[in-house]
């Protein structure tokens, strides 16, 4: 994990309230993945929505593994499930790399995880 990304989250902006807060989810998710002009989001802004973006991921995973563990192994709803957990753990586990334009495309890949994983709860 990368440092920058060891701070305390706001929790009105990481979801924290059980059940899952998906508006709020979606919300952010809607602001990493919300098209440009020509110039990238500031630093700043980036740290800020990944912050949330992995806090959102880390509050949702452990819900939908409980839920894919529910599943019959070999399912159709059992893979969409598990490859969704895995995708997202792996992009968890990757950081922002060195540059704005690598920390700006992954903020986008985590808010895409976050709101394929939004979208599965919906479906439950």
């Known amino acids: 994990m990368n ?7 706001d929790p009105m902006t990481a979801g924290e309230s059980r059940p899952l807060d998906l508006v709020t989810i979606r919300a952010t998710a809607h602001r ?6 020509s110039a990238l989001p500031r630093v ?5 929505i990944t912050l949330a973006l992995r806090g959102h991921l880390e ?14 192994p070999g399912t159709t709803q059992w893979y ?9 753990r792996t992009e968890l586990d990757e950081g922002p790399g060195g540059g704005l334009y690598s920390a700006f495309t ?3 890949t985590l808010a895409t995880s976050v709101r394929l994983l939004a979208d ?4 439950r």
């Open 3 to 9: 440092a920058a990304y060891d701070t305390p989250l």
């Open 32 to 37: 990493a993945l919300a098209e440009r002009a």
């Open 44 to 48: 700043q802004e980036i740290r800020e």
């Open 59 to 72: 509050l949702m995973l452990p819900e939908a593994q409980e839920h894919a563990d529910q599943l019959p």
């Open 80 to 88: 969409c499930w598990e490859g969704l957990i895995t995708n997202a």
């Open 106 to 108: 992954h903020m986008q």
């Open 120 to 123: 599965r709860f919906d479906e």
